[in-house]
């Protein structure tokens, strides 16, 4: 016949004791089992990309002088897990005794797209009657700043744009 007798305290002590230590040592191995699978699944949101990236516009060659000179580019951008494509004109203007400028051609009121019109000699933004020299300087309306010099460099004769994220 089997002793049924109620364990002691001694030994309901050490099962407590036992299932407790299974239970903490569970959790460790639940832990280390899923810390990569959450650090794949959590780390794509916390990086950002391609915004130190170069962005080729163009040849140089192909800038006329005194004629700001609209160059088309598009780049892909990784933010977390949202990716996206980017693009606009960037704006070569390389005048008399001066550095080229490249200016962006986001308009500084409220982020219309400014197209240079060629009988006016004026950037022009069609969203509120905003109006820019062919330096970038604010002429009429309500932007208040100049267009963006847009960092830049030359590399084997192509024009080259660093754009912020
Ligand atoms: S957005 Fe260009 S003038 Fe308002």
Same mark, same amino acid.
Request: include cysteine.
């Given at each position: 016949m089997a002793d049924l007798e109620a364990p002691s305290a001694e030994e309901a002590t050490r099962r407590k004791f036992l299932a407790g230590l299974i239970g903490v040592v569970a959790g460790l191995v639940s832990t280390i089992v899923a810390l990569p699978a959450i650090g794949y699944l959590v780390s794509p949101g916390l990086?950002?990309? $391609?915004?130190?990236?170069?962005?080729?516009? $163009?040849?140089?060659?192909?800038?006329?002088?005194?004629?700001?000179?609209?160059?088309?580019?598009?780049?892909? /951008?990784?933010?977390?897990w /949202?990716?996206?494509?980017?693009?606009?004109?960037?704006?070569?203007?390389?005048?008399?005794?001066?550095?080229?400028?490249?200016?962006?051609?986001?308009?500084?009121?409220?982020?219309?797209?400014?197209?240079?019109?060629?009988?006016?000699?004026?950037?022009?933004?069609?969203?509120?009657?905003?109006?820019?020299?062919?330096? $970038?300087?604010?002429?009429? $309306?309500?932007?208040?700043?100049?267009?963006?010099?847009?960092?830049?460099?030359?590399?084997?004769?192509?024009?080259?744009?660093?754009?912020?994220?």
């Amino acid at each position: 016949m089997a002793d049924l007798e109620a364990p002691s305290a001694e030994e309901a002590t050490r099962r407590k004791f036992l299932a407790g230590l299974i239970g903490v040592v569970a959790g460790l191995v639940s832990t280390i089992v899923a810390l990569p699978a959450i650090g794949y699944l959590v780390s794509p949101g916390l990086k950002r990309s $391609g915004e130190e990236k170069w962005i080729n516009l $163009g040849p140089l060659s192909s800038v006329v002088p005194g004629v700001p000179t609209p160059f088309r580019w598009s780049r892909r /951008v990784e933010d977390g897990w /949202v990716k996206t494509t980017q693009s606009g004109t960037a704006y070569a203007v390389q005048l008399e005794g001066q550095e080229l400028k490249v200016l962006s051609d986001v308009c500084t009121h409220l982020g219309c797209r400014v197209t240079w019109d060629q009988d006016r000699q004026l950037f022009v933004c069609p969203c509120h009657d905003g109006f820019f020299a062919i330096d $970038g300087r604010v002429t009429f $309306g309500p932007p208040p700043k100049p267009l963006i010099n847009l960092p830049y460099r030359i590399e084997n004769g192509q024009i080259q744009i660093r754009l912020e994220a």
